[in-house]
């Protein structure tokens, strides 16, 4: 039995990212909605995210660090809304604490680049495209026109600084966002760098067209996947200690019967599909 709710008019490259890590939590997230709570660690990343578009819509010779930090009160200002409040339990103690730590991420990020020199063709950029018969929606943090005429996406990541072993994954989902940008603008980034501003670390990539193809064509068999999940009323849990950890819907799945790893050894992290 299919679902009453229907497919998504649009997948973004995290919510691929989300069924590829647990079918199942996509259909919760994608499919039924059910809202997830806010978490300090979102809050603080949108938090930082949403000063950063604004320092960049500023005109270059205005994006100085004091301009930064004062973008922070209107950022609080749309960020943390009543519920986001709610969710987090923010008490004046935890809302200063929440601002020393942005404000700290701030001053890193001006250790790693003069926003003055950056010269950018959007913030918060929305590319819709039909990828190879994939809706796809995607928002780029940014996306620069380097000194040599070249695109490079920018992403920031307020995270810590992932194991250089696993750039595949590191990369795999700013590598659609170029598949995206190419698709939309006809004009392929030859460059993803990714900015972790807590640590004042950037990495990056170069985008190639087989790169390119890869990932178009990895999204398409997910999104083929997930017609025939949708179609059979049932996306398939996979639980592991590496995706329940941080999952909003660990009780949900819990009480459905799905076997949710609670604690180091309680569970392998090898992916198993249940269909509880
Ligand atoms: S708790 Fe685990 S199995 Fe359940 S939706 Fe989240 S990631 Fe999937």
């Given at each position: 039995m299919s679902f009453d709710q229907p497919l998504p008019n649009a997948l973004s490259p995290s919510r691929l990212q989300d069924f590829r890590a647990c079918p199942r939590r996509f259909q919760y997230?994608?499919?039924?909605?059910i809202a997830q709570p806010a978490t300090y660690a979102a809050t603080k990343g949108r938090l930082v995210h949403a000063v950063f578009e604004r320092l960049h819509r500023l005109d270059p010779a205005q994006r100085t660090i004091d301009a930064a930090r004062d973008l922070l009160g209107p950022a609080e200002a749309d960020v943390l809304t009543e519920s986001v409040r709610e969710d987090l339990g923010l008490d004046q103690t935890s809302s200063e604490r929440l601002r020393r730590e942005a404000t700290a991420i701030i001053d890193v990020y001006f250790t790693m680049e003069d926003p003055r020199s950056v010269i950018h063709e959007g913030v918060e950029l929305r590319v819709r495209v039909d990828l190879d018969g994939v809706p796809m929606l995607g928002i780029l943090d940014r996306l620069d026109r380097e000194a040599n005429g070249s695109l490079a996406i920018i992403d920031y990541k307020t995270g810590s600084l992932p194991n250089r072993r696993f750039d595949t994954q590191t990369f795999a989902n700013t590598e659609l966002y170029a598949a995206l940008c190419e698709a939309s603008l006809g004009e392929r980034p030859s460059t993803i760098r990714l900015l972790y501003v807590a640590q004042g670390k950037a990495i990056e990539r170069t985008v190639t067209p087989v790169v390119i193809r890869a990932r178009a064509s990895a999204a398409r068999d997910a999104w083929r996947t997930i017609q025939r999940y949708h179609e059979d009323g049932r996306f398939p849990a996979t639980p592991s200690l590496h995706t329940c950890?941080?999952?909003?819907f660990a009780e949900r799945c819990r009480q459905s019967g799905v076997p949710v790893p609670?604690?180091?050894?309680?569970?392998?992290?090898a992916v198993s599909t249940v269909e509880a």
């Amino acid at each position: 039995m299919s679902f009453d709710q229907p497919l998504p008019n649009a997948l973004s490259p995290s919510r691929l990212q989300d069924f590829r890590a647990c079918p199942r939590r996509f259909q919760y997230a994608s499919i039924e909605r059910i809202a997830q709570p806010a978490t300090y660690a979102a809050t603080k990343g949108r938090l930082v995210h949403a000063v950063f578009e604004r320092l960049h819509r500023l005109d270059p010779a205005q994006r100085t660090i004091d301009a930064a930090r004062d973008l922070l009160g209107p950022a609080e200002a749309d960020v943390l809304t009543e519920s986001v409040r709610e969710d987090l339990g923010l008490d004046q103690t935890s809302s200063e604490r929440l601002r020393r730590e942005a404000t700290a991420i701030i001053d890193v990020y001006f250790t790693m680049e003069d926003p003055r020199s950056v010269i950018h063709e959007g913030v918060e950029l929305r590319v819709r495209v039909d990828l190879d018969g994939v809706p796809m929606l995607g928002i780029l943090d940014r996306l620069d026109r380097e000194a040599n005429g070249s695109l490079a996406i920018i992403d920031y990541k307020t995270g810590s600084l992932p194991n250089r072993r696993f750039d595949t994954q590191t990369f795999a989902n700013t590598e659609l966002y170029a598949a995206l940008c190419e698709a939309s603008l006809g004009e392929r980034p030859s460059t993803i760098r990714l900015l972790y501003v807590a640590q004042g670390k950037a990495i990056e990539r170069t985008v190639t067209p087989v790169v390119i193809r890869a990932r178009a064509s990895a999204a398409r068999d997910a999104w083929r996947t997930i017609q025939r999940y949708h179609e059979d009323g049932r996306f398939p849990a996979t639980p592991s200690l590496h995706t329940c950890r941080f999952c909003a819907f660990a009780e949900r799945c819990r009480q459905s019967g799905v076997p949710v790893p609670t604690r180091p050894g309680s569970a392998g992290v090898a992916v198993s599909t249940v269909e509880a």
